[in-house]
C-alpha cells in the first residue's frame, strides 16, 4: 500500500492539530452545552416509553458514542442539526452495554441505573481505567445493592438485577445512600435509579455539580420527584412511572469548555467573552483567574476575560465543586508557566492525573511533579514543538500552550480533544489563532 492511500485510509483518531505561535486571543465565543449534562440526560430517555426532547446537545465524539449504545438497545435516536436530539425507549431488544462501546467512554456505566430500576436487568461492561486513573464504579454498585439490586460481575460484565419473587418484586427500593466521597456519575446514576424506585431514597454526601442540578431538572420535567439537587443532601420519591417531556429540555452551557477558552484568553494575554456562560458555575476557576491578574466580568452576553501583561503565580487546589474543578487543572497548569513566581498545583481528585506535565516541558515549560503535587516555575518562554494528547483536558493544555508557543506546535492524537469540544480549531481561529487540523 502506497503512502497516499495509507494516508487516505487512516482513521480520524490520528489527525492533529498545527498551531502557529504565539497569538492573543480576542472576541467572543459561542459554547455548546455540556457534554457532562447530556450524557446523563440522554441516559434517562431509558426511564420511560414516552419520547425525550433534549435541546442543546454538543456535537461532541462521547454524545455520539452514547447515542450508539442506546440505539443499539433499540431506543429511538433522532438528532437534529440544531442540535436537538429526540428518543424514544418505548421498545427495548436488549439491556447491554457492549465492552466495545463502555472501553471507549466510561460514563457509559449511567445506563445501569435507568436499565435496572425500569426493566429489572442491566448487563454493563466493566469500564477499564484511563489515562488520569483507575477509575472504579465499587461506589455504584454499593449504591445499587444498598436498594435491593443482585450484583455479579461474570466475564468482565456488571449483572445487576432484581429478584422478581418476594417483597421486592422486581422493582428497586429506596435505601439511604452515604457516598464516603462525592462522585458525579455515582450521585446521578444512583438518581436515575432512585426515580422509578418503591419509597424514598436519600443520597449523602452527594456531588454539587451544576450537571447534577440539570438532571434533576430534567427528571423533574418528566414527573419525578428530587429534591436538594446541588447540595450534599438530595432526596428523591419514587415514582410509579415516569412521562416523557412535553417540551424540549435545553442542556446547560458547558463549564469546562467556557474555562477552556478563558484559560487560553488569560495565557494569550488576550480579550475573550464566552458567550452564554454561567459565572455561577465557574466561581472557584474564575476567581482564580482574577488572582493571577487577569480581568474578569459578568456581561449581559456571558463571562468575559481580559490577561494580564504579566499574570502572577496562584497555587490551587482541585476539590468537587463548587471547589476548582479537576477538569480545569491541566489548562490552568498551562496558564501557570506564564505566571511570576511558583505555582503550586494539588490535584486530589484522580491519581495520575499530570500527563501533560510532560509535554507541558517538551515546550520549555518548568514544572517538578512531587506525587498529587505539581511545581510550576515561570515565566518561561515557550518553544513550538510536536507533542502528543493523552487524555481530553490534558490535550485541551497542550493547545493552550502551543497558542503562546513561539513557532509552530503539532499536537497529535487530537481525537481526545474531539471526545469533549466541538469545533475547537474553528471556535480557536475565531479569535484570532491560526489552528490547522490534518491527517497524521
Ligand atoms: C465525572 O467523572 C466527569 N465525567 C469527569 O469529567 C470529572 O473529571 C469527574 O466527574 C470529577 O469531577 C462525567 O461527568 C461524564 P467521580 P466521574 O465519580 O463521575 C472516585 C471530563 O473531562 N470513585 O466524580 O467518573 C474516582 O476514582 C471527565 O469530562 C471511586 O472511587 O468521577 C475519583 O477519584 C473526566 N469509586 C473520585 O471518586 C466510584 O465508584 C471522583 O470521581 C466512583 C468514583
Known amino acids: 500500500m ?6 487516505r485510509t487512516l482513521p480520524p483518531a490520528l489527525d492533529e492539530f498545527l498551531i502557529e505561535g504565539p497569538c492573543r486571543l480576542h472576541g467572543k465565543v459561542a459554547i455548546s452545552g455540556a457534554k457532562n449534562a447530556a450524557l446523563p440526560a440522554l441516559a434517562a430517555s431509558l426511564l420511560t416509553g414516552e419520547t ?9 465524539a462521547d454524545i455520539r458514542t452514547m447515542g450508539k449504545l442506546l440505539a443499539g438497545m433499540g431506543v429511538s435516536v433522532d438528532r437534529h442539526p440544531d442540535g436537538t436530539v429526540v428518543l424514544c425507549a418505548s421498545e427495548l ?17 449511567l445506563v445501569l441505573g435507568p436499565l435496572l430500576t425500569r426493566f429489572g436487568e442491566a448487563w454493563v461492561s466493566l469500564p477499564g481505567g484511563c489515562a488520569i486513573g483507575v477509575r472504579p464504579v465499587d461506589l455504584h454498585l454499593k449504591a445499587f445493592e444498598a436498594m435491593g439490586a443482585r450484583i455479579a460481575v461474570e466475564k468482565g460484565y456488571i449483572h445487576a438485577h432484581i429478584s422478581r419473587v418476594g ?7 429506596g435505601a439511604t445512600i452515604a457516598f464516603p466521597m462525592p462522585t458525579v456519575t455515582g ?3 444512583v438518581m436515575l435509579a432512585a426515580v422509578l424506585a418503591r419509597g424514598i431514597t436519600r443520597i449523602e454526601n452527594a456531588a454539587r455539580e451544576p450537571e447534577v442540578e440539570d438532571l434533576a431538572r430534567l427528571l423533574t420535567s418528566m414527573g419525578a420527584s428530587v429534591e436538594g439537587a446541588g ?5 428523591i420519591e419514587g415514582v410509579e412511572s415516569l412521562c416523557g417531556t412535553a417540551e424540549a429540555h435545553g442542556i446547560i452551557p458547558d463549564r469546562i469548555e467556557a474555562g477552556t477558552y478563558l484559560a487560553a484568553a488569560a495565557l494569550t494575554g488576550g480579550d475573550v467573552t464566552a458567550l452564554d456562560a454561567r459565572p455561577e458555575h465557574l466561581a472557584a476557576f474564575l476567581n482564580a483567574l482574577a488572582e493571577t491578574g487577569a480581568s474578569v466580568t459578568s456581561t449581559s452576553e456571558g463571562v468575559r476575560v481580559q490577561g494580564a501583561e504579566k499574570p502572577r503565580a496562584h497555587d490551587i487546589v482541585t476539590a468537587p465543586h463548587p471547589g476548582f474543578p479537576t477538569d480545569l487543572q491541566a489548562q490552568f497548569m498551562a496558564l501557570s508557566t506564564q505566571a511570576e513566581g511558583t505555582s503550586r498545583i494539588v490535584e486530589t481528585i484522580f491519581e495520575n492525573r499530570y500527563l ?12 517538578t511533579i512531587d506525587g498529587a503535587t505539581a511545581i510550576v516555575r515561570g515565566p518561561r518562554r515557550l518553544e513550538g514543538a510536536p507533542v502528543t494528547a493523552s487524555d481530553l483536558r490534558a490535550s485541551a ?20 480533544l474531539d471526545r469533549g469540544y466541538s469545533g475547537m480549531a474553528e471556535k480557536l481561529n475565531g479569535l484570532g489563532a491560526r489552528v490547522k487540523r490534518v491527517a497524521g
Open 52 to 60: 425525550v426532547t433534549l435541546a442543546n446537545v454538543p456535537a461532541v
Open 2 to 7: 502506497t503512502e497516499g492511500t495509507l494516508r
Open 356 to 367: 501533560h506535565a510532560i509535554e507541558l516541558a517538551r515546550l520549555g515549560a518548568d514544572i
Open 167 to 173: 417483597p421486592q418484586a422486581g422493582r428497586l427500593k
Open 93 to 109: 431488544s436488549s439491556t447491554e452495554a457492549s465492552y466495545d462501546l463502555v472501553r471507549t467512554m466510561r460514563a457509559a456505566i
Open 231 to 235: 447540595s450534599s443532601t438530595i432526596t
Open 397 to 416: 493544555a497542550l493547545v493552550l500552550a502551543g497558542l503562546r508557543a513561539e513557532g509552530e506546535t503539532r499536537v497529535r492524537r487530537i481525537y481526545h
Open 187 to 189: 450521585t446521578e446514576n
